[in-house]
């Protein structure tokens, strides 16, 4: 008998897990209240002696109850189906870039052919479907390997959100109501959406259930699955296409509604589910319910703020966070990706000095063109020194505060992905720069703009708090990479909750902070620059001295602890470095979320595979980025600028798809 609790045991806590959420969801939902109940014998058979209230029930809290649980299910059941595809517990349905293709297909119809909006789910559809097909285009070259579908994944839906928020700067009041469809938004007037919806939720669950045996067959790995006589390309390429085909359903009903893809399926997973079919079931059951009681928050913190209005994909993140952090704390981890798994094929070209002193040079003639060459009130002309010293004292500060914080952010990449050995990992993941923004937009509703030094205090305390947080959930492992990773993100997504909240107001106050967290440089001053300038050098050489640590860290911990490297002690002290690189070049011209992530990968494309080497190189690449990317958002819609981390994620993506297309696998 006891044998047989033991291997119940993990279905034991599932059970208890989803009948707490169950009892949540229809304690919050309004459909279920205690008024509602003495309703709903008469709500579901509507008959024409039915009171309005009843109508109201029928029409409107029962729909969206109803589809809170379909976009829940389909959400769980997409991201277990993506995981297991990719073989990385950090990637979800939105990491194919559906809902950033969805959302910028939507908002070019809303702005060119509003007539055409009656088929919205057809535009939405049509737009999540291109960025899976330009994800599949550029992994085809390298056989559809996980690590590339990932990363192309990633870059997709980064480059298409940097031009979404592009067209949201511009055209703030035509498209005030994307701001909350990107928020997710499950309100419904009728079942029409919801009966449509059930069938072809059902048919590619279906299909996915017959075709569990070939998906669990890649667990054995690419020459595993073809030992069998399959096609693993064939395998991800369907898998994929239902995972995208149940998400952009949800999305083109009810928006955006992201974080369910990764939290159900970490939840189940942690909580015992092993085989693919207990985690495609689980993940299921769990996205329904967690979205069931986001749901049910949302609506009750609408009533109770009236004059605001909070999305459900909002919610889910405040539901879904705390319960990823709690389970973190007390389950033990998957298993981390091999190691073959995470190393990026790059180019074969052997470290050179001579490639470092070239890409410094270049940084110096890039300093000069940019310093002097631009638009003015008279036209394009050069302005040298001893000319317009106004101009040149206005360009200097902003221009070295974007190259130091590239390069900041360029180090703490190389830092993050070689401790976590994922290089889909970012300083962005580990929350300290959602944690600075979730600062400065406090500081922003409680006493406006305030001044710079209310502006870095703020953003300072936001990240130190993350980084406390983090620390503490991960103390217990030794720094675990894989519990740093999901911790991260996890307190990344409950503070993006409010985040996105405030952006759905859609006033002149969101219009400020979407422009912050874009990576505006225009609000640097010579303090700000100062400050980096005594900063940088020191945590770029904290940086190089730390580098014989980043070498030995992507072999394993059984090889790093048998070279002598304590693991704990290491990963503390690498994770607070990071942190600090992280946070310094945030305070200053907000959290970037693209140089940290590329510029590792471009230093390892050009032959810089060790870590002294990479890290030099990706310090003068960042600080590229982001120096050309400053003189773009100044120089394109001159008078007007644009967010330079914007302008640095359309040029370092592009270069970055360009160049995973050309290189064969």
Request: hydrophobic share 55%; net charge positive; with cysteine.
């Amino acid at each position: 008998m006891s044998t047989t609790f033991a291997k119940n045991r993990p279905w034991a806590k599932f059970g208890l897990t989803a009948l707490l959420l169950l009892v949540a969801g229809l304690l919050l939902s309004p459909a279920t209240s205690h008024d509602n109940l003495d309703r709903l014998p008469g709500a579901l058979l509507l008959s024409a002696s039915a009171s309005f209230d009843q109508a109201v029930l029928h029409f409107t809290l029962l729909p969206r109850l109803t589809m809170a649980l379909l976009v829940g299910a389909a959400l769980g059941f997409a991201g277990t189906l993506v995981q297991q595809v990719l073989r990385n517990p950090l990637a979800a349905p939105t990491t194919l870039g559906v809902a950033a293709g969805a959302q910028l297909v939507l908002g070019l119809v809303m702005l060119l052919a509003p007539g055409l909006l009656l088929w919205r789910e057809a535009w939405a559809m049509a737009g999540g479907l291109g960025a899976l097909g330009l994800v599949l285009m550029m992994g085809a070259r390298r056989g559809f390997d996980p690590l590339t579908l990932t990363l192309c994944g990633l870059i997709v839906s980064l480059y298409l959100g940097a031009i979404n928020t592009v067209i949201l700067l511009f055209n703030q009041e035509q498209l005030a109501g994307l701001f909350i469809w990107g928020a997710g938004e499950l309100s419904q007037n009728d079942w029409a959406s919801t009966l449509s919806l059930i069938p072809r939720l059902l048919l590619a669950s279906g299909i996915v259930l017959v075709l569990w045996r070939p998906l669990q067959a890649l667990d054995l790995g690419t020459e595993g699955v073809r030992s069998l006589g399959l096609s693993p390309g064939t395998i991800r390429t369907l898998a994929l296409a239902l995972a995208v085909y149940l998400t952009a359903l949800t999305v083109s009903h009810v928006g955006v509604v992201g974080f369910i893809g990764l939290a159900a399926p970490a939840i189940v997973r942690m909580l015992g589910a092993r085989t693919l079919r207990q985690r495609l079931l689980a993940s299921a059951l769990t996205g329904a319910l967690l979205c069931l009681v986001a749901d049910g928050l949302a609506q009750q913190l609408t009533l109770a703020f009236g004059h605001l209005l909070f999305p459900t994909g909002a919610a889910t993140a405040l539901i879904g966070g705390p319960i990823l952090l709690w389970v973190l704390t007390r389950n033990r981890l998957m298993s981390p990706p091999s190691r073959q798994d995470v190393v990026m094929a790059s180019s074969r070209r052997k470290f050179s000095r001579a490639g470092v002193v070239g890409l410094t040079i270049l940084t110096l003639l890039s300093l000069v063109v940019t310093l002097t060459l631009g638009p003015t009130w008279q036209g394009w002309q050069w302005t040298l020194p001893g000319g317009e010293t106004a101009i040149l004292a206005m360009r200097v500060p902003r221009m070295t505060t974007a190259l130091l914080a590239g390069a900041l952010l360029a180090g703490a990449g190389v830092i993050v992905q070689r401790l976590t050995r994922n290089p889909m990992a970012s300083p962005e993941l580990l929350g300290i720069s959602t944690g600075a923004a979730m600062g400065m937009v406090l500081l922003v509703l409680t006493v406006g703009n305030g001044n710079r030094a209310l502006q870095i205090l703020a953003g300072g305390l936001g990240g130190t708090l993350v980084l406390l947080a983090l620390l503490a959930l991960s103390r217990r492992s030794e720094f675990s990479p894989q519990r740093l990773l999901l911790g991260g993100i996890a307190v990344s997504a409950l503070l993006d909750a409010g985040i996105r909240m405030v952006l759905a107001m859609g006033d002149a106050q969101a219009v400020t902070l979407l422009n912050w967290l874009s990576g505006s440089t225009w609000l640097s001053g010579q303090t700000d620059a100062l400050a980096l300038i005594i900063l940088t050098p020191v945590l770029a050489l904290l940086a190089l001295l730390a580098s014989r640590w980043l070498d030995l860290m992507p072999l394993g911990d059984s090889a790093a602890r048998s070279l002598g490297l304590p693991l704990a002690p290491v990963r503390l002290l690498l994770l607070l470095l990071a942190a600090v690189m992280t946070a310094a070049a945030t305070l200053v011209v907000g959290p970037l979320s693209f140089v940290g992530l590329m510029a590792p990968h471009l230093a390892r494309l050009l032959g810089y595979q060790k870590a002294l080497p990479q890290l030099l190189a990706a310090f003068i690449i960042g600080s590229l980025l982001m120096l050309w990317a400053d003189w773009l958002a100044r120089s394109l819609v001159y008078p007007y600028e644009l967010p330079a981390g914007l302008v640095a994620t359309l040029i370092g993506g592009g270069y970055f798809l360009f160049r995973m297309y050309r290189t064969p696998g």
